[in-house]
C-alpha cells in the first residue's frame, strides 16, 4: 500500500473517531456544559469530511496542524492535559514527518509543543514542577517521533530507489533476452536459404545451368528480401509519422483486393477513427486478416465496436481454430504453424498495434475457428453501414 493511500485510510480515520468522541461527549453531557468544544468538533468534522471528498491524492500541511490543534482543544476543555489523549498527538506528527518534505520536519512538533503548553499555561499549570516535567516530556517525545517518522521515510525512498533500480534491470535483461531470441530466430531463417543458395552457386561454378537451380536461387534470394523488409518493419514502427486513419475505410480497401471465394462479412458497429500510420495499420490488419481467410473453412467475420475510448477490431475465421496452448506464442516472431512464411507476420502485427497504443488479444471465434482482437485508441467518432463481401 502506498504512503498516499495509507494517507486517505488516515483521513477517514481521524473523520471516523472526531465523530465517535463528538457522540460520547453529547451522552456524557460534556458538550452540554462547553459550547466552545461543541463548536470546534462541528468545524473540524465538516473541514475533515470536506478533505476526505476533495482532493483524495494532494497533502495539505493544514491537515495535520487542524488535527494538533484538535487534540489540543479536547484536551484543554474537556479532560485534562494528563489525559491519555496527548498519545494522539503522536499519529500526526508522525505521519506528517514521513509524507512531508524533511524541511518540514521541525514544523508540526513544535507546534504541538507550543500548543500544549499554552494549554498547560491557561490551565494555570505550566509554573510546577510537574508541570514542567510533563511539558518536557512530552516535547521530547514530539521530536522523537518526528525523527522516527523521518528517518522511515528516508528508508522507504532508499528501497523505492533500489526496488527501481531492480525493476529496471530486470526490464532490461527482459529485452535483451528477447533480443537475444530474436536474433537467433533470424540466423536460423537466414542460413536455410543461404544454405540454398550457396549451393546452387556451387552448382553453378561447376556449369550445371540447370533452370531449377536459377528458379531456386530466385526463390530464396526472394525470401531474403521478404524476411529483411519484414525484420525492418517488425524492428521501427513507431518512427512512422502519424495521422487520422479511418480503420472501416482501410478494411473495406483490404477486402476489396483479396481475391478469395471465401465469404468476407464486414459489419461496422460503431466508430473508427484512430491515430497511427496508414501504410503500417494496413499491413498489420492485412496480416491478421489473411490469416484468418487463410485458415477459414467457408466464412471471415469482421466486426468493427468501440466503447468510450477504444476502437474494437474483431477478426474471425470458421476454421479449425488456434489451440489454447499456442495462444501465446503466437505474436512470437519467426512462430509460425505454416509450411511456408517466415514467422513474423503477427509479431509485425503486434509489434505496430502495439506502437500506437493499443494491443491484440487472440480466442476462440464463436464461429468455431480463431478471434483475433484489436484494441486501438479511439480518436473520432462516424457512423456507416455494414456491407458483406
Not at 200 to 227: A, H, W, Y
Not at 299 to 324: A, K, L, P, R
Request: glycine letters at 4%; proline letters at 2%.
Amino acid at each position: 500500500m502506498s504512503l498516499i493511500s495509507f494517507y486517505n485510510y488516515y483521513k477517514i480515520g481521524r473523520l471516523v473517531f472526531a465523530l465517535t468522541l463528538l457522540i460520547s461527549l453529547q451522552m456524557t453531557e460534556i458538550l452540554n456544559k462547553n459550547l466552545l468544544l461543541f463548536l470546534m468538533l462541528i468545524i473540524y468534522l465538516f473541514i475533515a469530511f470536506i478533505r476526505l471528498i476533495i482532493n483524495k491524492e494532494t497533502l495539505f500541511y493544514a491537515d495535520f496542524l487542524l488535527d494538533i490543534s484538535l487534540i489540543t482543544g479536547i484536551l484543554h476543555f474537556n479532560i485534562s492535559t494528563y489525559s491519555f489523549l496527548t498519545l494522539f498527538y503522536l499519529l500526526p506528527i508522525f505521519l506528517s514527518s514521513v509524507l512531508m518534505k524533511s524541511r518540514w520536519l521541525f514544523l508540526f512538533p513544535t507546534f504541538a509543543s507550543l500548543l500544549y503548553i499554552l494549554s498547560y499555561y491557561l490551565n494555570s499549570l505550566i509554573l510546577s514542577s510537574e508541570g514542567i516535567i510533563n511539558v518536557l516530556l512530552h516535547g521530547f517525545s514530539f521530536y522523537i517521533i518526528a525523527f522516527a517518522g523521518n528517518a522511515m521515510r528516508d528508508k522507504i525512498d532508499t528501497q523505492g530507489r533500489y526496488i527501481k533500480i531492480l525493476e529496471d534491470e530486470k526490464i532490461r535483461m527482459e529485452s535483451y533476452k528477447r533480443l537475444y531470441r530474436v536474433s537467433a530466430d533470424l540466423a536460423h531463417e537466414l542460413r536455410n536459404p543461404l544454405a540454398t543458395i550457396s549451393a546452387s552457386v556451387q552448382f553453378l561454378k561447376e556449369g550445371r545451368n540447370d533452370p531449377e537451380l536459377i528458379d531456386m536461387l530466385s526463390k530464396e534470394t526472394s525470401r531474403l528480401i521478404n524476411l529483411a523488409n519484414d525484420f525492418l518493419v517488425y524492428s521501427r514502427p513507431e518512427e512512422s509519422p502519424k495521422e487520422n486513419v479511418d480503420i472501416a475505410d482501410v478494411i473495406k480497401i483490404l477486402i476489396a483486393h483479396k481475391n478469395s471465394s471465401k465469404k468476407i462479412m464486414f459489419e461496422i458497429r460503431d466508430d473508427a477513427i484512430v491515430t497511427g500510420n496508414r501504410t503500417y495499420l494496413e499491413a498489420a490488419l492485412d496480416n491478421i486478416i489473411k490469416n484468418a481467410i487463410e485458415a477459414a473453412h467457408s466464412t471471415v467475420m469482421i466486426t468493427i465496436n468501440n466503447n468510450s475510448s477504444n476502437v474494437i477490431i474483431d477478426i474471425e475465421d470458421d476454421g479449425t481454430g488456434i489451440e489454447e496452448s499456442l495462444r501465446d506464442r503466437v505474436f512470437d516472431p519467426f512462430f509460425t504453424t505454416k509450411q511456408t512464411g517466415t514467422g513474423l507476420g503477427l509479431s509485425i502485427s503486434n509489434r505496430i498495434i502495439g506502437s500506437f497504443g493499443g494491443t491484440i488479444m487472440c480466442n476462440k471465434s464463436q464461429i468455431g475457428g480463431a478471434k483475433f482482437t484489436v484494441i486501438l485508441p479511439l480518436t473520432k467518432r462516424i457512423n456507416y453501414e455494414s456491407f458483406d463481401n
